[in-house]
């Protein structure tokens, strides 16, 4: 029977939802909190130490402000659309998770529990849907601020996303051509199998490095929020809880696209030098969970690492990166990765 | 024209090439260069649980001084108040009673005496003047407060503690700028 329901199916998927979004919800939290620290460390200070330990309360300490804080909604706003930003940009970087294999399958309860909420067959391709809509989040919360500086930041976001997008694209269409899946699940098979991608796509992965640094609107390209050209940028007009899922969405986003960028071109959740097929299923999903983990926060740290090297572009200079050298090299990239499979399938022969 | 320095760097107006417009090689240069500082010493002192020592003439809040019995040195000449140049000090005096002797040290005392903190400069003039070794800037700093009237510190707050009932306050709040010792009373 097709439409038969297999409550123990729903029980596992809703438990995996329930901990996939909380767990990026904590790990956001503590993003924040490794950012200020990480920013501390590379300029010689200290960083947050007073809310507990080392600081680790500092992200519940601002969480608890950020509620506590007066919410005002600007009285020339479109109020609906001004509270549909920050859920739109919220939600966009919680869906993200859904088709991210976290782990292989475990077994439990005498079942085969797969550590993936969805394994869709176009994974990439709803990861890449999923997260272009999280520029809509911005644009609408700057378009309903009646703001200037707002809707400057959200043009800079939209237009940003478009150049970009299309690098990213291509760059993935040449890992997509070896690989043969959009299914993510499948590629990280494929890697545990093989060697990892980023060694069949080094300009690849560089192109898709710095185009997920512009999607996240992170430093270098964090034009959107330019602190001294446009007071806050897209969020001048926020405050309270919706100024904090506008931010907390950034730090998702950061996340999701590290898990991404692992499972794409390191491996996700493989152990290197290791053929998890000899050990037990369930110790070897928990080491893919940690080893993911770690390829996750070196990405995390990268992030932060270049956050607090470069200064902002300039815009011109932004989109002349995007569309007269990334565009360019991952167009050429994609061409040299076809002709070597071309003339791998002809045995090398010319 | 001279350089004053010999720091001079023309600034370099070719057109950047390729691989310089990609931007990749000066970023990995700056990166690095952010990474060293991982390892640097950091100059913080986490100040709540650390202080930095002052410095030896350092002028700080004012004790009122007492001698190795615990009697007041102060006698309410009003030196003190005359050599201050922002008029900060005021004082009463008051003649001491027969039973008062282990109160204080001569038969003139201090029966009201005020510094109004805000006024305070801090200059160390009353120090210089004070010809009974009775008042002193100590080595802490005034503590901030809500009130105007809060920085009008009275005697109980500028008396330094008692040095036979509690003789390490006595020390601590006596400080190193007290360099007169008495024969019979070592610091």
Known sequence: MLLAIDLAFIIEKLV??????MASLVIAMYATYGERKIAAILQDRRGPNRAGPFGILQPVADGLKLFFKEEIIPDFSSKFLFILGPSMAMLTAIMTGAVIPWGNKIHFFNRDISLQIADVNVGILYVFAVVSMGVYGIMIGSWASNNKYSLMGGLRAASQIISYELAMGISLIALLMITGTLSLKEMVAQQQAGYWNIFYQPLGFLIFLICAFAECNRTPFDLAEAENELIGGYHTEY???????????????MFVSSVIMATLFFGGYDIPFLNEANYDQNW?????????????????????????????????QLMNLGWRILIPLALFNMLVTGALILLKQSNWHF | MQALTNRLKEVDRRKMNFLERLYLISIFKGMMITFSHIFKKKPTIDYPEKTRPFSPVFRGLHI??????GRENCTACGLCAVACPAEAITMEAAERQANEENLYREEKYAAKYEINML???????????????????????PPADYQRKQFIYKKEELLIPHPIENFEAYKKALGNRVKKETDNFKI
């Open chain 1, 284 to 316: 070897m999903a928990l080491f893919g969970l940690i080893a993911l983990m770690t390829k996750v926060i070196c990405f995390i740290f990268l992030f932060m690492w270049v956050r607090w090297t470069i200064p902002r572009f300039r815009y011109d």
């Open chain 2, 119 to 141: 006024r305070c400069i801090f200059c160390g003039l009353c120090e210089e003047a004070c010809p009974k070794d009775a008042i002193y800037l100590s080595e802490t700093v």
């Open chain 2, 64 to 69: 009122l001084n007492r001698d190795e019995a």
């Open chain 1, 239 to 253: 405050s309270s809880m919706k100024l904090g899922f506008y931010l907390f969405s950034e730090y998702i986003n």
């Open chain 1, 16 to 21: 995996l939802i329930v901990i996939v979004v």
